[in-house]
């Protein structure tokens, strides 16, 4: 059930609804994302960022996902979160992944579209989508920081940006930031309600976690189709394991408490799958 994230998206760009693309750090999370997709019934994108890629090598991170692919009954797409480079872009494409993102928003308005260019070039030969980016998603995640002025994308500069990279869908700058925040972020329904009436393609929202739902929702009918959650993970696998060895101080069996991390995993993406209205869409 590998496949790519073409079609996932343009439906639920269709349909208003969001396709969640979890970052998933080491094998126990993606089985629990697995999990949740398959008790939702919800398509599901995983992804990993170059940092994730550097701690472990992109080989054994694509052959997580696929195993769990090839187990699924629930379309899984895997994801390259983040590309930042064209090298590392045709890497994860040569090594099977199934959409690739590459992130030029810290070039210069030309510089980006010359990047994402050559990008969505050699992955079409292939027939795999690209996700670029235009505007700044501010804060900190794995190796990637943004210190953000104008945090908002300019929605004519998306209208042409889409027009002459081709890319299949685009992540925007319309408030938000990766990490954890330091109050409640309020996302600009203005600014993204002007992109999505001149870009014609479905746009993504990064640096979900922590978002209020409401917000989330409403999102959906703006043209958000993928819904990219990081830090919340992580926070409930570790959250997970501190429990279980609270309770057993003693225990040393990874399995055991690996298990306690896959539940509130689990647990977490079955509410944001609920949320986006994914369920029964596989």
Known sequence: ????????????????????????????????????????????IMQTTPGTIKYAGIDLYFANIKAAADRASVPVVCHLDHGNSFELSALAFKTGYTSIMIDGSKLPFEENIALTSSVVKFCHAGDI????????????????????????????????????????????????????????????????????????????????????????????????????????????????????????PGGFDPKKYGAYGIEAVKKYVVQKMQVMGSCNRA
């Not at 496949?3 to 998206?9: D, N």
């Not at 393609?201 to 990064?206: F, R």
């Open 1 to 44: 059930m590998l496949v790519t994230s073409r079609e996932l998206l343009q439906d639920a760009y269709k349909n208003h609804y969001a396709v969640g693309a979890f970052n998933v750090e080491n094998m126990e999370m993606v089985m629990a994302v697995v999990q949740a997709a398959e008790e939702t019934r919800s398509p599901v």
């Open 129 to 248: 989508p690209v996700e670029g980016e235009l505007g700044r998603v501010g804060g900190k995640e794995d190796d990637l920081i943004n210190a953000v002025i104008n945090p908002y994308t300019d929605p004519d500069e998306a209208k042409e940006f889409v027009e002459r990279t081709e890319c299949d869908s685009l992540a925007v700058g319309i408030g938000t930031a990766h990490g954890i925040y330091k109050g409640i972020p309020q996302i600009n329904f203005e600014v993204l309600g002007k992109i999505h009436e001149l870009v014609n393609i479905p746009l993504v929202l990064h640096g979900t976690s922590g978002v209020p739902d409401e917000q989330v929702i409403e999102c959906l009918n703006h043209g958000i189709a993928k819904v990219n959650y990081a830090t919340d993970l992580r926070i409930a696998f570790t959250n997970g394991v501190k429990g279980f060895m609270r309770s057993n």
